[in-house]
């Protein structure tokens, strides 16, 4: 049977500033969705997390993308949670819902999304990623690395289901006017794809295909809130979906990219760059309001039916890998604003600095 699953994401209230969603709005998320679309057969099946203060709907259905009746399940379930905010006195209540009213679909309103719709295998795993304080671009790396390198995939080598190669789609998410996309192909044009793909802050990737079949691998969260906002009203804090096994990238390699650690913009305020860590499910933010934080739920859906999730970075090994990013993040917090440590200034998101430099250029003069 064919299937689609969407994956929602909003932040829409937190306790003690930006750390977490309280119990009571995570249980008003997961009552709504049940009333609202489960029992009345909108959607098949769901599951509700949060990655640090940001709550995450995955839903299963048969609908495929951009359902109108789907999106606007996730879009009042939030608008539900943000009520119990207010009523709790929660930081940044309804933060990411930046439109008044919802007008068909819910991309470009304010809340990630991720979807792809496909026929399923006999047996059908795949990876749900939701991260915080972080920027959409920062799949680029991991995604690269997984789907294109074959030092991080040995199966581009070992499997030929994968000898193709994959289809990468990569968006321009600073075009305002609509999507910009291109289409390349790994490995022929490999390098093309790096060139672009080192730029996140412009240039993220949104869907991967596999070449051998058509199929898609990959659906990722592209939206940027200072885009729709205008101003800066919090990080992007992206999601995605990846299907592996068989014509993709086996779990582990999926995975592996993200040992890493690698340096993305994010962190306090939104202005800072910092390692992204791999977080167990539904774990909080601490440290400079971050540090930006992954983490990674497996699933098989079959008939429409979701299997309960499997915490990816819950291992031994993965909490090896936190201590080292600790040490990243630790590092380049000592040069508090200097430097790399801290956004370019065209990309800086808090508009206090922007005026101050407003100010601080009439005062400069030029000697004769």
């Known amino acids: 049977m064919r299937v689609t699953l969407s994956v929602i994401k909003a932040d829409i209230g937190s306790v003690g500033g ?30 509700i997390f949060h990655t640090g203060d940001d709550v995450a709907i995955l839903m299963s259905h048969k609908r495929g993308v951009a359902n109108p009746d789907v999106h606007k399940l996730a879009w009042d379930a939030f608008r539900a949670g943000t009520e119990v905010a207010k009523s709790q006195g929660l930081y940044g209540a309804g933060q990411d819902l930046l439109k008044d009213a919802f007008s068909g679909n819910i991309r470009g309103m304010g809340p990630a999304v991720a979807e792809m719709e496909f026929e399923e295998r006999p047996n059908e795993p795949f990876l749900f990623f939701a991260a915080d304080k972080t920027e959409p671009g920062a799949f680029n790396l991991p995604l690269y690395l997984a789907f294109a390198d074959p030092m991080y995939c040995s199966g581009l080598i070992l499997s030929p289901s994968m000898a193709n190669g994959f289809k990468f789609t990569i968006m321009d998410v600073n075009y305002t006017e609509g999507d910009r996309v291109i289409e390349l192909n790994a490995p022929e044009e490999l390098y093309d794809i790096a060139a672009l793909l080192r730029d996140n ?5 949104e869907k991967i295909h596999s070449r051998r079949t058509g199929e898609i691998a990959v659906a990722a969260s592209t939206t940027r809130l200072h885009n729709i906002a205008g101003k800066y009203v919090g990080k992007d804090d ?12 086996a779990t582990g390699e999926v995975l592996s990219a993200f040992s890493i650690g690698h340096y ?3 962190f306090m305020r939104g202005s800072h760059n910092g390692p992204l860590m791999p977080v167990k499910l539904n774990s909080t933010i601490s440290f400079f309001d971050g540090p930006p934080i992954i983490s990674c739920a497996a699933f098989c859906v079959h008939e429409g ?12 090994f993965w909490d090896y890998i936190r201590m080292r990013v600790s040490e990243k993040a630790l590092e380049l917090r000592r040069q508090g604003f200097s430097g790399p440590a801290m956004l370019h ?24």
């Open 238 to 249: 992206p999601v995605m979906l990846v299907r592996v096994q068989g014509d993709f990238p």
């Open 305 to 316: 039916k979701l299997t309960e999730p499997v915490d990816c970075f819950d291992h031994p």
């Open 345 to 368: 200034y065209s990309e800086l998101e808090y508009g206090g600095i922007v005026e101050k430099m407003k100010k601080l250029e009439e005062r400069f003069k030029v000697r004769g």
């Open 18 to 47: 930006h750390i977490k969603p309280s119990e009571k709005l995570l249980s008003r998320v997961r009552e709504f969705v049940e009333e609202e679309g489960r029992k009345k057969g909108l959607i098949e099946d769901f599951y």
């Open 201 to 205: 802050e412009r240039f993220v990737v």
């Open 264 to 266: 993305v913009a994010g």
